[in-house]
């Protein structure tokens, strides 16, 4: 099972500022484990938003931004786009497990 | 470009095995750590193996539910990743992908830089 909690789904509409939290522990993001963050879309290939908390890959779009405090991450999407319904992960290191986990996912609607 | 491309996928019975392969292109294969992260229906993103690159010795490491039925390899000489899958269970039905690992230092900083597209295990009977 997911140990990284994150809200089931977020929306808004065009334009908008969403955000998608992603909550750990102690083992894992509250360690100090950085968080990385993928999109999904159906028949696509994952891909990686947002690496180390905070670093965007070359070709993401600087409207994806990511922070990290605590034991708690979140992904942030400004200027919301129809092209952003996707479903979100976040992911970081557990040491009591050995690890990679994952979060529970959200699924992002565009209105 | 970097390409990964799984295959392998397919209906097995229960206790089945299956092996899954991952070729890879677009860059220095041997240099890279690569994983395995799977996704069940309707279920959320699973991490199931990586394997180190051989400066680091080629290492493994497995997620507990598939500790000991499941063997990551490489073949640095085909750029190509293996998975292979024993005493397989309903629960092990899912979507599977490779990714090319990146990041720098102890294995546990490592993200899923780039993933192919997946293949599909089906594990029933």
């Known amino acids: 099972q997911s140990v990284l909690t994150q809200p089931p789904s977020v929306s808004g509409a065009p334009g908008q500022r969403v955000t998608i939290s992603c909550t750990g522990t102690s083992s894992n993001i509250g360690a100090g484990y950085d968080v990385h963050w993928y999109q999904l879309l159906p028949g696509t290939a994952p891909r990686v938003l947002i690496f180390d908390n905070a670093n965007r890959p070359s070709g993401v779009a600087d409207r994806f931004s990511g922070s990290k405090s605590g034991a708690s991450a979140s992904l942030a999407i400004t200027g919301l786009q129809t092209e952003d319904e996707a479903d979100y992960y976040c992911q970081s290191y557990d040491n009591s497990l050995s690890a990679y986990v994952f979060g529970t996912g959200t699924k992002v609607t565009v209105l | 470009e970097v390409q990964l491309l799984e295959s392998g996928g397919g209906l097995v019975q229960p206790g089945g095995s299956l092996t899954l392969s991952c070729t890879a292109s677009?860059?220095?294969?041997?240099?890279?750590?690569m994983s395995w992260v799977r996704q069940a229906p309707e279920k959320g993103l699973e991490w199931v193996s990586i394997?180190?690159?051989?400066?680091?010795?080629?290492?493994?490491y497995y997620a507990d539910s598939v500790k000991g039925r499941f063997t990551i390899s490489r073949d640095n000489s085909k750029n190509t990743l293996y998975l292979q899958m024993s005493s397989l269970r309903a629960e092990d039905t899912a979507i599977y992908y490779c990714?090319?690992?990146?990041?720098?230092?102890?294995?546990?900083?490592?993200?899923?830089?780039?993933w192919g597209k997946g293949t599909t295990v089906t594990v029933s009977s």
């Open positions: 394997i180190l690159n051989d400066d680091a010795g080629g290492r493994t």
């Open positions: 677009g860059f220095i294969f041997s240099k890279y750590a």
């Open positions: 990714a090319k690992e990146a990041g720098m230092g102890s294995h546990y900083k490592f993200y899923r830089h780039v």
